[in-house]
């Protein structure tokens, strides 16, 4: 328990402190994630609200890959990104191995089917009737999308903080794909895991509470905005 | 509409985000594949900045296990490795993926265990015995199991005391070393450790070191360059430049003193150019 208590401490010293290195690291962790975030909100939001209304052959099988996809181990995702971005890989040239691009790559890989699955989820839960009532009153393609959406907004904040916290808490992939360079590719998993290993207990514990601190910030954020207009 | 203004306004601050992301392709990057002890004793922290304010080059440290460094290595996915399992080496530098072995320092292993030494090795001089005793008391025993330089020096140790070890006693973690310390002193068990690791763990755990000094237990730390006619794509000169750091007498004079302040005792002994300490097994 003492070590957890000097952990508390430490966390503090270190943001009251201001520490280069250690503010480097979590703007690193914000910034990865919440480009990845952002990135599959841009594809699953579509894709998963497409998936909700579409009828096609072999949706259930496509539905049935994406909840799968929810469920992707970060170390398979970080093997088959960091093979793809090897030098004697497909996208060697591109030179992205061991880079925060390669690392949002990953997350992204990892955040996307979540964001779709739950948009699918959201968008369906919406009775049916109730399209067929907005396209009865006259409701073109475009508004009546945006009255789904906008329906569905609650979830679809879900959405946005599952695929956040999918990112941000992931180690396996960004270790394989970032390396955990200092300065560079360290995040504040990635430097848990390395303070871990060092036998700095105190350090990798007010790195873990930092982490704590600022999915909880970001996610009472999102809830704010989700919780606002009920 | 304002929720969704909201969103689109969020999305736009995350784009911008992606465009301050750091610029990706960097050619005068070095990429230095090497063992976790390195780097989790922190001597890395010190001489990578010194070799980056010198020459020019970045460094992207990957630290990874002896294993997995050679590995990386001969396939090209780095530039020059950093790490301690001469048996491996060996077969690498003969198969020509990896050239210009040069020795860089050395400290050593050490045998740690329960400090009531349920398997009596204490006192006792040769690894492979104390190994042997271990298998015949069945005492229980932590092997990191990842390939790393530890265990393949462990893996010689058995071969010396003539075992194969296996059964209930035998524990494979498949963890660093750090790790592996941690979960021998929660089981009670013996492991095998560089000395570095051992140090940086001692508050924590209930080891104690109970053989040490034999010459099969020398922990030899050699520099590689991945060779360049094999791999067109490696950054040749970078990874010349890292090794030729290495043993420098900068470098070496840094690796002389590096831990001395902490644990009262140098962490590495420089080796550069020097014939392989222990005569080589």
């Given at each position: 328990m003492?070590?957890i208590w000097?952990?508390?401490k430490q966390?503090?010293g270190l943001l009251?402190?201001?520490?280069?290195e250690?503010?480097?690291?979590t703007?690193?962790?914000?910034q990865?994630s919440?480009?990845?975030?952002?990135l599959s909100?841009?594809?699953g939001?579509?894709l998963?609200t497409?998936?909700?209304l579409?009828?096609?052959?072999?949706?259930?099988?496509?539905v049935s890959?994406v909840n799968?996809?929810?469920?992707l181990p970060p170390?398979?995702?970080?093997?088959?990104?960091?093979?793809l971005l090897w030098?004697?890989?497909?996208?060697g040239v591109?030179?992205?191995l061991y880079?925060p691009t390669a690392m949002v790559i990953a997350?992204?890989?990892?955040?996307?089917p979540?964001v779709?699955?739950?948009?699918?989820?959201a968008v369906q839960q919406?009775?049916s009737?109730?399209?067929?009532?907005?396209?009865?009153l006259?409701?073109?393609r475009?508004?009546?999308?945006r009255?789904?959406?906008?329906?569905?907004?609650?979830?679809?904040?879900a959405?946005?903080?599952a695929g956040?916290g999918?990112?941000?808490?992931?180690v396996?992939?960004?270790?394989?794909?970032?390396g955990?360079?200092?300065g560079?590719?360290?995040?504040?998993t990635t430097?848990t895991?390395?303070?871990t290993?060092?036998g700095n207990?105190d350090?990798?514990?007010?790195?873990s509470?930092l982490?704590?601190a600022i999915?909880f910030?970001v996610n009472?954020?999102l809830?704010?905005i989700?919780?606002?207009?009920r | 509409m304002r929720?969704l203004?909201?969103?689109l306004l969020l999305?736009g601050?995350l784009?911008s985000?992606?465009?301050a992301?750091p610029?990706a392709?960097?050619?005068?990057?070095?990429?230095l594949?090497?063992t976790t002890?390195?780097?989790?004793?922190?001597l890395?922290?010190v001489?990578?900045?010194?070799?980056?304010?010198?020459?020019g080059?970045?460094v992207?440290?990957?630290?990874v296990?002896?294993?997995?460094s050679?590995?990386l290595?001969?396939?090209?996915?780095?530039d020059v490795?950093l790490?301690?399992?001469p048996?491996?080496?060996?077969?690498?530098?003969?198969?020509g993926?990896l050239?210009?072995r040069?020795?860089v320092?050395h400290?050593d292993?050490?045998?740690?265990?329960?400090?009531?030494?349920?398997?009596?090795i204490k006192?006792?001089k040769?690894?492979?015995?104390?190994?042997?005793?271990?298998?015949e008391?069945?005492?229980?025993?932590?092997?990191?199991?990842?390939?790393?330089g530890?265990?393949?020096k462990?893996?010689?140790l058995?071969k010396?005391?003539?075992i194969?070890?296996?059964g209930?006693w035998y524990v494979?973690s498949g963890q660093?070393?750090g790790a592996?310390?941690?979960?021998?002193?929660?089981?009670?068990?013996?492991t095998?450790t560089d000395?570095?690791?051992?140090?940086?763990?001692k508050?924590?755990i209930r080891?104690?070191?109970?053989l040490e000094?034999?010459?099969p237990l020398l922990?030899i730390y050699?520099?590689m360059?991945v060779n360049?006619a094999?791999?067109p794509k490696?950054?040749a000169?970078?990874?010349?430049?890292?090794?030729?750091f290495m043993?420098?007498?900068?470098a070496q004079?840094?690796?002389r003193?590096?831990?001395?302040?902490?644990y009262?005792?140098?962490?590495f002994?420089?080796?550069?150019?020097?014939?392989?300490p222990?005569?080589?097994?």
């Amino acid at each position: 328990m003492e070590l957890i208590w000097e952990g508390i401490k430490q966390s503090l010293g270190l943001l009251l402190t201001g520490d280069p290195e250690v503010l480097g690291i979590t703007a690193l962790s914000l910034q990865v994630s919440g480009v990845a975030t952002g990135l599959s909100l841009l594809v699953g939001i579509p894709l998963g609200t497409l998936m909700a209304l579409a009828r096609f052959p072999g949706r259930a099988l496509v539905v049935s890959l994406v909840n799968t996809g929810m469920g992707l181990p970060p170390v398979v995702v970080g093997l088959f990104v960091s093979i793809l971005l090897w030098r004697s890989g497909p996208l060697g040239v591109l030179e992205l191995l061991y880079t925060p691009t390669a690392m949002v790559i990953a997350q992204f890989v990892i955040a996307a089917p979540i964001v779709t699955g739950l948009t699918l989820a959201a968008v369906q839960q919406i009775p049916s009737q109730f399209r067929l009532q907005m396209l009865a009153l006259g409701a073109s393609r475009v508004q009546l999308l945006r009255v789904l959406l906008r329906e569905a907004r609650l979830p679809l904040l879900a959405a946005v903080m599952a695929g956040f916290g999918g990112g941000i808490s992931e180690v396996g992939a960004s270790l394989m794909v970032g390396g955990n360079i200092r300065g560079q590719t360290r995040v504040l998993t990635t430097a848990t895991v390395l303070e871990t290993g060092k036998g700095n207990f105190d350090l990798a514990i007010a790195l873990s509470l930092l982490l704590l601190a600022i999915t909880f910030l970001v996610n009472w954020a999102l809830t704010w905005i989700q919780q606002r207009r009920r | 509409m304002r929720g969704l203004r909201l969103g689109l306004l969020l999305l736009g601050l995350l784009l911008s985000l992606l465009a301050a992301a750091p610029a990706a392709a960097d050619r005068s990057a070095v990429i230095l594949a090497t063992t976790t002890s390195t780097q989790d004793s922190g001597l890395l922290d010190v001489l990578v900045p010194l070799f980056e304010k010198k020459g020019g080059y970045t460094v992207k440290t990957i630290a990874v296990g002896t294993g997995q460094s050679l590995a990386l290595g001969a396939r090209g996915e780095a530039d020059v490795v950093l790490v301690h399992a001469p048996t491996l080496e060996r077969e690498y530098l003969a198969k020509g993926t990896l050239v210009n072995r040069r020795l860089v320092m050395h400290n050593d292993f050490v045998l740690v265990g329960p400090p009531d030494d349920p398997a009596g090795i204490k006192g006792g001089k040769a690894a492979a015995a104390a190994f042997g005793k271990i298998a015949e008391r069945g005492s229980r025993f932590v092997s990191r199991g990842d390939n790393s330089g530890t265990h393949s020096k462990e893996r010689a140790l058995w071969k010396a005391a003539g075992i194969a070890p296996k059964g209930g006693w035998y524990v494979e973690s498949g963890q660093g070393m750090g790790a592996t310390l941690t979960i021998a002193s929660e089981k009670g068990a013996y492991t095998l450790t560089d000395r570095a690791s051992y140090l940086a763990f001692k508050k924590r755990i209930r080891l104690a070191v109970l053989l040490e000094g034999d010459t099969p237990l020398l922990n030899i730390y050699h520099v590689m360059e991945v060779n360049p006619a094999r791999h067109p794509k490696v950054n040749a000169a970078g990874g010349k430049a890292f090794a030729d750091f290495m043993v420098s007498p900068e470098a070496q004079a840094v690796i002389r003193t590096f831990g001395v302040e902490k644990y009262g005792e140098p962490l590495f002994f420089p080796d550069a150019g020097k014939p392989e300490p222990g005569s080589e097994r």
